[in-house]
């Protein structure tokens, strides 16, 4: 079945510093990727997307590329600030058969961002 | 403004007692969905419904019940069957052709 791995965390870093949170996914076929973010006590919100091979999402700041040939869709910022803390998921959603609806989750990563 | 409520932000319930969460969306979506969230273990699917009167079981099912009558409202119960209740509760809903799913703001379920 569909599955999503992630980097554990937590990661910590200072402000405007490099992050990068890594995704892999097994599927069949070409999945859409997303990134959805949560902040505390909260529900997700939807960070990025891609719908195809070599697409780039972007979003805030936020960047990840569907990379097909190593199945991966990293979450790459430049500079993250101290509202960037909060827990970053990845996730895949089928585009054929009957599970198209599905979304698959990765564990989530704890991102905390200190000043 | 469009979007999801759930109500109550928090919940505690004594073992044994059945709960129901409420979720409501304006957004006019189709499909509407019900996840469950603990710490370290991302979401997993409870119940999702494509259409009114009709839901499908997720990967969790057990213990668990909704109802559809409306387009709007996809209520979950927690039955005394499921027996580890205690978790945060995640709805959400989209367009049936639609990629992305909108989340609610998700209740925190306590049970003693």
């Known amino acids: 079945g569909d599955s999503v791995t992630q980097m554990e965390g937590p990661v910590t870093l200072s402000e405007e510093a490099f992050l990068t949170i890594n995704c892999t996914y097994t599927?069949?076929?070409?999945?859409?990727l997303f990134w959805y973010v949560q902040y505390p006590g909260e529900g997700l919100q939807l960070l990025l997307k891609?719908?195809?091979?070599?697409d780039k999402g972007s979003n805030k700041g936020f960047e990840a590329t569907y990379r097909k040939e190593t199945t991966s869709f990293h979450l790459e910022k430049g500079s993250v600030q101290v509202s960037d803390s909060a827990v970053y998921f990845c996730?895949?959603?089928?585009?054929?058969?009957?599970?198209?609806?599905?979304?698959?989750f990765g564990k989530g990563t704890l991102l905390t961002v200190n000043p | 403004d469009g979007g999801i409520t759930q109500s109550p932000k928090y919940l505690f319930r004594k073992e044994g007692q059945n709960v129901t969460l409420s979720c409501e969306q304006n957004?006019?979506?189709?499909?509407m969905y019900w996840y469950r969230q603990d710490p370290g273990q991302g979401l997993r699917l409870i119940y999702y419904?494509?259409?009114?009167?009709?839901?499908q079981k997720g990967d969790i099912a057990e213990g668990y019940s909704v109802s559809r009558e409306k387009k709007e409202s996809f209520p979950l119960t927690v039955t005394s069957a499921q027996k580890n209740p205690t978790a945060f509760y995640l709805c959400?809903?989209?367009?049936?052709?639609?990629?992305?799913?909108?989340f609610g703001p998700g209740t925190r379920l306590t049970v003693t």
């Open positions: 959400a809903s989209s367009s049936l052709q639609g990629y992305e799913q909108y």
């Open positions: 599927a069949t076929g070409y999945p859409s």
């Open positions: 891609a719908t195809k091979a070599d």
């Open positions: 996730a895949l959603r089928p585009n054929s058969g009957g599970s198209n609806y599905k979304l698959t």
């Open positions: 957004l006019n979506h189709d499909a």
């Open positions: 419904s494509q259409i009114v009167n009709d839901f």
